[in-house]
């Protein structure tokens, strides 16, 4: 079975994600800080359906220095990893001229150092094997912008950047790096959306809806599959025509 790291893979997309590569057979190795019971449901269901894997491991992805060691204990365990689903993220809100430097330095200490430095020792994990498949999360707001969004937003399209340069980087290694930019999706991250916000982004919409964390997580599988052997470098967008 290959193994599929998640991060952020406890709860909303990330576990979304997490369900749809084990239900395709993966062994999925879910990271996060806490266990959920969302999550503890889904570990039980994918042992009764018997086909895949799903597993925990709580790991902090702002320490950044303790990601060699633990990159290191998971190929132990599990054995050569395939594939990393960079998901895990703060969506920290604020006009940038009243911000704490505390939550600047957090959002891009989680969402781009983090991701980074862990892809770094995943991918030398995954030279060991015939190849993988990196995925990583970022947002229709790194494109479009959105008013008290500087710094997430700047985290998020930091990935269009490294996905490309690296996926010709490791191109060679026949590892896939891609990017999906999923739309607003009801989750934790989400909650503090109004009534009013939900019905402008569905309004302007060319589906006219918002997609669900369903549609992402379909988005990822695909980029896992082997239809998808001869994509790499581009960023995928999921959000029901938001953008178009
Ligand atoms: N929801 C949306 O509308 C939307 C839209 C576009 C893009 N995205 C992106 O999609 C990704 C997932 O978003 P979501 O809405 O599913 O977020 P969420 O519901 O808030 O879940 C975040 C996940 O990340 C984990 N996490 C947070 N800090 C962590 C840390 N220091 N170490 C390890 N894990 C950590 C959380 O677990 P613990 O707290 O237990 O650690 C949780 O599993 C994010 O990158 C987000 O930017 C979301």
Redesign the pocket.
């Known amino acids: 079975m290959l193994n599929v790291l998640v991060?952020?893979?406890?709860?909303?997309?990330?576990?979304c994600i997490a369900e749809r590569l084990v239900s395709a057979g993966f062994c999925v190795i879910s990271?996060?800080?806490?266990r959920?019971e969302q999550l503890e449901a889904a570990i039980l269901k994918a042992e009764s359906d018997a086909l895949g894997e799903l597993h925990f491991r709580a790991?902090?992805?702002?320490d950044t220095e303790a990601m060699p060691a633990f990159v290191k204990s998971l190929t132990k365990e599990f054995g050569i990893l395939f594939g990393l689903v960079n998901?895990?993220?703060?969506?920290t809100s604020g006009v940038l001229a009243t911000m704490p430097d505390r939550e600047i330095q957090q959002l891009i200490r989680?969402?781009i150092l983090s991701p980074i430095i862990f892809t770094k020792y995943v991918v030398r994990s995954m030279m060991g094997g015939r190849g993988g498949r990196i995925v990583n999360?970022?947002?229709?707001v790194a494109a479009t912008g959105y008013n008290g969004l500087s710094v997430?937003s700047a985290t998020?399209a930091s990935f269009a950047g490294f996905t490309r340069s690296l996926a010709r980087e490791v191109g060679p290694l026949e590892i896939t790096v891609n990017t999906v930019?999923?739309?607003?999706?009801?989750?934790?991250?989400?909650h503090d959306l109004n009534d009013m916000q939900r019905n402008q982004i569905t309004r302007r919409s060319a589906l006219r809806r918002m997609p669900v964390a369903g549609d992402v997580s379909d988005a990822v599988n695909f980029l896992f599959s082997e239809g998808a052997r001869n994509i790499t470098g581009t960023t995928l967008t999921v959000d029901a025509g938001n953008t178009a």
Do not use: E, H, Q
């Not at 991060?7 to 576990?15: A, D, E, N, P």
């Not at 998901?87 to 969506?91: D, K, V």
């Not at 930019?181 to 934790?188: E, L, V």
């Open positions: 991060t952020g893979g406890s709860r909303g997309l990330g576990l990271i996060a800080r806490n959920t790991f902090d992805l702002m998901n895990a993220g703060i969506g989680l969402n999360i970022s947002s229709v997430y998020k930019a999923p739309g607003f999706i009801d989750t934790d991250m989400t």
